[in-house]
């Protein structure tokens, strides 16, 4: 990709009066789900609290951000607003000198609205603030006889809200939703190519595109204390074009892979307790860089107080490389595609929750951290406070 890049610049660099377009056939760079593990935002306090699990529970509007049948309203209407942060953090120190800085750029913000319009549909409308970061890739500077003529600083940053519609339906032991998810992208680049004097050119390029995403979602509860749930995330293949100025570089095969989130609730009919089991699917190796990921979640919820729920849980979030891909050079030399790097590692996170219930408010307070088990030196923690309040007709 990179020889590609420096022919397309090198041609508009002829002809800076033109716009050159070139084809790729490969993914777009900030599409792919490289650092996905520190980007994704894990929006709803609530979930987030017990283990980042809850296909198969009914709670508030951000439950539909798993699955769109799972959300329910007490009274007539709700509206739910979230703000988290998480930690910056640096990559790959093991492989570079001072490594990549890692900053979160945009916090994990959500705001919904939702309303009953009948004992049988509910409907909303959420936001989602669901993934953000920014990499200081650090600089390179061009020289003159020792000394520092230009200075290139590189960075890359991403950043996606979603505008999501949950719609869900709900008859007797069952409950289906449909989320009409409208995901929204931005990215930048500023990088450097190499000119044949062995000098660095800068190159800058930025992406936004909108990406419709429908979630299908299903509970089953054959009995008051046991339900299983189901969603489904549609895949999606979409055409992307990054501007670098004049020059436009647009790549044709970028897949959004297929979703899938299966799992269990059970509560104990004798004390406030509640188990929760998920399992995640996502389809990766679509991209020949990635394996599939799957991944675990565990949660438990115990009510010592009608007004007070204590949550806690873990989750997995393995490494998706696909270590044994390999590509080769115009000399055919072959190459492992991805450095080794301590920055990769099969990740597993703690969480704890709260919710304390005032009146039609539900205050939820939720901390994720992989710093008890997982043994790597990229420590992630994320922090959540949402609000969740009733609404009710006079």
């Known amino acids: 990709m990179l020889k590609q890049i420096i022919v397309i610049i090198l041609v508009g660099l002829i002809c800076p009066l033109l716009s050159v377009t070139v084809e790729l056939d490969q993914q777009e760079g900030t599409s792919k789900p490289v650092i996905d593990f520190y980007a994704d935002n894990l929006v709803s306090a609530e979930i987030a609290g017990q283990g980042y699990a809850g296909v198969a529970d009914v709670g508030g509007i ?18 739910y607003y979230e703000y988290g942060l998480k930690n910056n953090t640096n990559l790959f120190s093991d492989i570079t ?10 916090s994990g913000v959500a705001a919904a609205f939702a309303y009953k319009f009948t004992e049988y549909v509910r409907a909303g409308i959420i936001y989602t603030a669901k993934s953000s970061y920014n990499i200081d890739l650090g600089e390179v500077y061009n020289t003159h006889n020792g000394d520092i003529m230009e200075t290139f600083s590189l960075s890359e940053k991403r950043y996606i809200n979603s505008v999501n519609i949950p719609i869900s339906y709900v008859l007797e032991k069952f409950r289906f939703g449909v989320g009409l998810n409208l995901d929204i992208y931005h990215s930048e680049i500023n990088n450097v190519y190499p ?10 390029g930025e992406l936004d595109f909108l990406l419709f995403r429908p979630k ?41 892979p297929m979703e899938i989130l299966v799992g ?35 949660g438990l919820e115990f009510a010592p107080f009608e007004k007070l729920h204590i949550r806690t849980g873990m989750f997995t979030n393995f490494d998706i490389r696909n270590t ?23 990740r597993k996170f703690l969480t704890l929750g709260l919710t304390y219930f005032w009146r039609r408010t ?23 406070l949402g609000f969740t309040v009733q609404l009710a007709h006079p």
């Open 216 to 256: 299908l979602g299903a509970i089953y509860s054959p009995s008051q204390n046991l339900s299983f749930g189901l969603s489904f995330l549609m895949p999606v293949e979409k055409e992307l074009t990054t501007n670098c100025g004049f020059v436009f570089l647009e790549h044709n095969k970028n897949i959004f």
């Open 97 to 106: 000198s001072n490594g990549n800085d890692i900053t979160s750029y945009r």
């Open 264 to 298: 269990t609730k059970y509560s104990t009919p004798n004390i406030p307790l509640s188990v929760l089991l998920d399992f995640s699917y996502k389809q990766y190796s679509e991209m020949d860089e990635f394996v599939d990921s799957n991944n675990f979640h565990l």
């Open 324 to 346: 044994d891909y390999t590509v080769t050079d115009g000399l055919g030399n072959e190459y492992d595609y991805w450095q080794d790097s301590e920055t990769f590692e099969d």
């Open 362 to 384: 539900e205050i939820n307070l939720a901390v994720v951290d992989n710093s008890l088990l997982t043994n790597s030196d990229v420590k992630q923690t994320y922090a959540k």
């Open 195 to 204: 000119l044949e004097n062995g000098s660095w050119a800068s190159i800058c």
């Open 62 to 79: 951000s439950f539909s951000n798993l699955n769109p049948a799972s959300f329910d309203i007490k009274n007539d209407a709700q509206i």
